[in-house]
């Protein structure tokens, strides 16, 4: 861990106020320019007064998560919303402009920074002053959607209970006990369904508003080239949509057909999907959040010196909070704190093994942070999502041979079946989530019951034989529950396109385990520093998202599969 200091930021920069950011801002811009070497020396001053900003809005942003029901963190962080990122966004803005039309250009060196300077000009060519005011509503919205999803609390088996400590009550062998939690759960859910309709309706009209303000038809079109995918195209998501319909759907609907016929249910229905079919009990990696860690801890070690020595830096200062708990807002993720190099990794932990799959996902990102931490430019600390997600899925399966620091060999063998069973179901969601995206975006005047519509649709296309008689409004609004829809559009389809990579890393590893790790940690310590497909093939991972790579994939994972149900 380590912080940047510069003589341009002080050290003990406070990056949450206006006033004391607008001189910084301000002396880059009038800054003189007078050669090649001062245009690079005010591209690593704006780097680490980035770093430092964006430091302080990721703490406001996890002591909001942490606490959603508290007040004051609330405010703190909608503060900073309101009245700091609208000048950021400005100052970003006409520093940008600045850099990318400096005559001095042609002299820095194009394999070092052409890839900061080509999403400089992308941003310089979208901004528009009059969507500041409109980003910032939209992040109030994704606040009140995560304030709600946070409330959700559900009476059952004698005490009150999160959402995520409900999802355990799916892998109970007694059908009815998984029935009533279902229902419970679902029937919470739509309490606040007409409340998250209007979020939703609210932020489809102002996004495309924002995109109308730059100049696009459709906030699809704007959104993609604002994700910087310069190296994939709208056209390239409905390719692996129609790739994951061919390829990965007919599996799925053969795994749950069997599940059916294994617990001799007709039809399947939504809470038959997470039982064991052999009637064990549920598998319970940890007891408590303390128990996860040390076990991570020791998985980690076996598979990598290294990657076993970055865990444990996690251990230390406020770098965790995993247990599911009341106020908390929904899901995971890891967040790093640009300008120390210190990750924080948030999740709901109840107890699963889904719970584990997260740890060590999220791990995976915090990997990837620490391996690319060392890049004096703030924006190469990062890597394009695509990838990002390549550091957490392959550490997911890399890890499978771990897996018996969490279970008896028996546990640990179905526990791995499990989880690729996963990959098989989370590859058709992506598609579904993506199309459901593609179509709202290009439809934004629809109406509710029209977008309810496209939802059946596309599960009808995308989706597994399980039944919804009966309960048709859960399935209605089930994309709800995706929390990409309202605060990252768009921000999905990189999950499948970085499962394609990981399942490129999980066929090497079953050859060469060790090199496996080592073309891992090569790509990742590359941080956002080359194109996309520069990074994959840096891991030996080929950039793809047509049918021909989904195919052998998807046919090495039936075969696994197959074997382990043998």
């Not at 999220?362 to 990997?367: D, L, M, P, T, V």
């Amino acid at each position: 861990m380590r912080t940047i200091v510069t003589d341009f930021v002080p050290a003990e920069l406070d990056a949450t106020r206006v006033e004391v950011l607008e001189p910084l801002f301000r002396s880059l811009l009038e800054r003189p320019l007078k050669c090649p070497k001062c245009l690079e020396k005010l591209l690593l001053d704006r780097s680490e007064l980035m770093a430092a900003v964006g430091e302080a809005q990721a703490n406001l942003y996890i002591a909001m998560t942490r606490r959603t029901d508290d007040a004051a963190t609330e405010k703190a962080y909608l503060d900073f919303v309101r009245e700091v990122e609208p000048s950021l966004r400005k100052w970003s803005f006409d520093l940008e402009r600045r850099i990318v039309s400096s005559p001095h250009l042609p002299g820095l060196d194009p394999r070092r920074y052409g890839v900061l300077l080509r999403g400089m000009r992308t941003s310089v060519e979208l901004f528009r002053e009059e969507n500041i005011p409109l980003e910032t509503q939209l992040t109030e919205l994704d606040t009140s959607y995560k304030k709600l999803i946070g409330a959700m609390m559900v009476d059952f088996d004698g005490r009150r209970q999160t959402m995520p400590q409900m999802a355990r009550y799916q892998e109970e062998l007694d059908r009815g006990v998984r029935e009533r939690a279902w229902r419970a759960s679902v029937e919470r859910r739509l309490r606040d369904a007409d409340a998250i309709d209007e979020i939703f309706d609210r932020m489809i009209a102002l996004r495309t508003q924002v995109a109308r303000n730059a100049g696009f038809s459709s906030f699809r079109d704007y959104q993609h080239r604002r994700l910087l995918r310069f190296d994939y195209t709208s056209d390239d998501c409905l390719r692996f949509q129609d790739a994951v319909e061919a390829t990965c759907v007919p599996l799925l609907r053969r795994l749950q057909e069997e599940r059916g016929r294994t617990l001799g249910v007709d039809p399947l229905r939504p809470w038959d999907l997470k039982v064991d079919l052999k009637g064990r009990a549920p598998l319970r990696p940890f007891a408590g959040g303390e128990e996860l860690v040390a076990r991570s801890s020791r998985a980690f070690h076996r598979l990598d010196a290294e990657l076993g020595r970055m865990f444990d830096s996690l251990r230390q200062g406020d770098c965790l909070d995993l247990e599911s708990r009341a106020g908390k807002a929904p899901g995971g993720y890891q967040y790093v704190r640009a300008r120390t190099g210190v990750p924080f990794i948030f999740m709901n932990a109840a107890g699963l093994h889904r719970d584990l799959e997260t740890m060590i996902h999220e791990a995976g990102h915090a990997f990837h942070s620490l391996l690319a931490v060392h890049d004096p430019l703030v924006e190469y600390r990062d890597s394009p999502i695509e990838f990002a997600e390549v550091a957490s899925m392959s550490m997911e399966l890399l890890t499978f041979p771990q897996l018996e620091e969490f279970y008896s060999p028996e546990d640990a063998a179905r526990a791995r079946h499990e989880q690729l069973e996963g990959v098989v179901t989370i590859l058709p969601w992506i598609a579904t989530i993506d199309a459901f995206q593609h179509w709202i975006y290009l439809n934004p005047g629809h109406s509710r019951a029209e977008r309810t519509a496209e939802w059946r649709r596309l599960h009808d296309r995308f989706g597994g034989p399980a039944s919804h008689a009966g309960c048709e409004e859960a399935l209605d609004r089930a994309w709800q529950r995706q929390p990409h829809l309202f605060g990252s559009p768009f921000y999905y389809i990189e999950y499948g396109i970085a499962q394609l990579g990981a399942l490129q890393l999980w066929q090497h590893s079953r050859r060469d385990p060790a090199d496996a790790v080592r073309r891992y940690k090569q790509g990742l310590a590359l941080g956002g520093s080359r194109p996309l497909p520069e990074l994959f093939e840096a891991s030996g991972l080929r950039f793809d998202l047509g049918p021909a790579v989904m195919k052998s994939l998807v046919g090495d994972l039936s075969e696994e599969l197959s074997r382990a149900s043998a």
